[in-house]
């Protein structure tokens, strides 16, 4: 796929709203998420390891918040069980429809649904992985537990949540020191000091990252039995809980 290049928050802008999964998204999206979050790569090819290691047969694993459904295409390249089928849930139509598009040239036979639908609302069911990689963030504070509770009631036993986020540190001195080392990154990857500032203006009400031990106290109240970090780097991080 040919990456067309974020350059969204590039030029002044005279006010600046609350990001949103749209259409311009879209189109930047595989260049914007490689460019921003420290490790994507890894993340997204390690996800399909974790997947196959975790299918059970005869089960779905779920890809909610899929964007273009990347952690999708890992896990169907990745999963040898059979009977297993892949739901990937995104509530931007955007996302939905280029994702449907990107995975018409796929090769894998591992059945996958894509469905344009708030994963707040979306059944949960003989699950043995749910992946939720960078989405809980965007999810109200006040609807986190009830979401992570639903999976947690929705997995078999011995099925796997893996949750990536972009995290907070509780004191200011780790707190400010990963944010600079996040941004150093940026600019490493040809973001401007502006870009920087003005997306990040752009996220502030809309992702709201929480620290490790808020999560992990979450999963554990969820019922989690086995809860970890398998992956950091800077503020960004991947746990894996499992049921
Ligand atoms: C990847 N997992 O490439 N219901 C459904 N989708 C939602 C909701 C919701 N309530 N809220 C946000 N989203 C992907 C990257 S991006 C992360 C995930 C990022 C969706 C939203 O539309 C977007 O596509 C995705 O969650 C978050 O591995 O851009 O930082």
Same mark, same amino acid.
């Given at each position: ?11 002044? !802008?005279? &006010?600046? $709203?609350?990001?949103?999964?749209? &259409?311009?998204? =879209?189109? =930047?999206?595989?260049?914007? $998420? ?33 964007? !273009?459904?990347? =952690? ?23 996302? +939905? &429809? ?13 059945? =996958? ?5 708030? $994963? ?15 989405? #809980? ?7 986190? !537990?009830?979401?992570? &509770? ?28 990963? +944010? ?15 870009? +920087? ?5 752009? #996220?502030?009400?809309? #992702? $709201? ?9 979450? #999963? ?24």
């Amino acid at each position: 796929m040919v990456k067309k290049q974020d350059a969204i928050y590039a030029a002044p !802008l005279e &006010e600046i $709203i609350d990001f949103r999964f749209d &259409e311009r998204v =879209v189109d =930047v999206f595989p260049d914007m $998420i490689q460019r921003s979050v420290p490790g994507y790569g890894t993340l997204i090819s390690t996800i399909g390891v974790l997947a196959a290691r975790y299918a059970q047969a005869d089960s779905h694993c779920y890809d909610l918040g899929c964007s !273009l459904g990347a =952690v999708t295409l890992s896990m169907r390249h990745h999963i040898k069980q059979t009977g297993c089928d892949i739901i990937a849930v995104d509530n931007s139509k955007a996302m +939905i &429809e280029r994702g449907e598009q990107l995975l018409q040239s796929d090769t894998s036979s591992v059945p =996958v649904m894509m469905q344009c639908a708030d $994963i707040q609302n979306v059944d949960i069911n003989n699950a043995s992985v749910v992946v939720l990689n960078f989405t #809980l963030q965007f999810i109200p504070l006040a609807d986190r !537990l009830a979401l992570i &509770e639903r999976i947690y009631k929705g997995l078999l036993p011995g099925g796997i949540l893996i949750l990536s986020e972009k995290i907070a540190f509780a004191d200011s001195l780790h707190n400010d020191f990963h +944010i600079d080392v996040h941004h150093d990154f940026k600019r490493a990857n040809g973001y401007s000091d502006l870009e +920087i500032s003005q997306k990040r203006s752009a #996220l502030e009400n809309v #992702l $709201i990252p929480e620290t490790l031990s808020e999560h992990k106290k979450r #999963l554990q109240g969820a019922g989690f039995d086995f809860i970890d970090t398998w992956y950091q780097c800077f503020n960004f991080v991947s746990m894996v809980a499992v049921k």
